[in-house]
């Protein structure tokens, strides 16, 4: 019952997120078609939104290994924003800087203000090892891509690197085997541009490059090593055929069963995510 009730939790996840689908290495699913890589990025962010003026940079430094299942981004921001409230001008600036590292199934932030460490599970990553276990990641985010509406507009030339230009809902992305090199999004009157400066790729990666600080680690709700997580899969096929057995009331009193998320949903919705599960489950090679 509780490997089935991961299964809900995730079928909900990819409606509400739609994220884009990774994976681990266990399986050998590659989220990059390239081994490793080191990557620098500078970022800038200018726009105006209700009447206030934001403008900001910053860098972002990209490392990663094992086709991206073991991955460190580390990004330092300095964001100002002007506005005029009551006659008066007033500006405020924020700086940010973060550390997020996927390894395998286990993700972890870093919140340096708090210094705290906090370990969850790549909901994104644990969903393609449970319904595409023998399938390229990669390909499985450019199908996603195209489900939402995204094309190629273009090929070009970035660093050296021959990229593909995608345009997905008011962004363009200049992805070199399945690695972003330069985006540009508008979101609400703020433009965002991020610019690879330097990109080398089928290097060795030293493991010092994926240490965290030594903060304390918070574990979030639901966090399992990736040795937990693989436990739990072990009996996952039996329980994926009950799954697609069961009508749709069955799988309701189950699924609401010690869900309150799912308690909330109305029928409609609850019909919605078991259908949305069915497609999931029958696309499963």
């Known amino acids: 019952m509780k490997k089935l009730s991961i299964l809900f939790l995730f079928a909900t996840l990819f409606i509400s997120c739609n994220n884009d689908a ?115 990641a990669g390909e499985i985010g450019k199908n996603m891509t195209d489900g939402m509406g995204g094309k190629v507009i273009g090929n070009e030339s970035f660093l050296g690197y021959d990229c593909e230009i995608y345009d997905l809902m008011g962004s363009r992305q200049w992805i070199y085997k399945g690695v972003t090199l330069k985006m540009e999004v508008t979101v609400m009157g703020v433009t965002t541009i991020k610019t690879a400066t330097s990109a080398k790729f089928d290097i060795s990666v030293s493991d010092s490059y994926f240490e965290l600080p030594d903060f304390p680690v918070i574990k979030l709700d639901g966090f399992q090593t990736n040795e937990e997580f693989d436990s739990e899969m072990e009996d996952m096929d039996e329980n994926i055929e009950a799954l697609k057995n069961m009508s749709f009331e069955e799988w309701k009193k189950i699924a609401t069963e010690n869900d309150e998320k799912m308690k909330n949903m109305s029928d409609k919705q609850l019909h919605e995510t078991y259908d949305m599960l069915q497609k999931m489950l029958e696309m499963r090679n």
Do not use: C
């Open 22 to 136: 990774q994976n681990t290495g266990k399986n050998n699913l590659k989220r990059y078609e390239v081994k490793s890589g080191i990557i620098i990025y500078n970022t800038t962010t200018s726009g105006k939104v209700m009447g206030s003026v934001i403008s900001g940079s910053g860098t972002e430094k990209t490392y990663f290994k094992d086709w991206g299942a073991v991955e460190l981004i580390e990004e330092e921001s300095t964001t100002t924003t002007k506005m005029k409230m009551f006659g008066q001008n007033n500006t405020e600036t924020e700086n940010v800087h973060t550390i997020a590292k996927l390894d395998n199934g286990e993700s972890y932030h870093v919140d340096f203000k708090k210094k705290e460490i906090y370990a969850g599970r790549d909901m994104a990553m644990d969903m393609v090892t449970i319904f595409h276990p023998n399938s390229d």
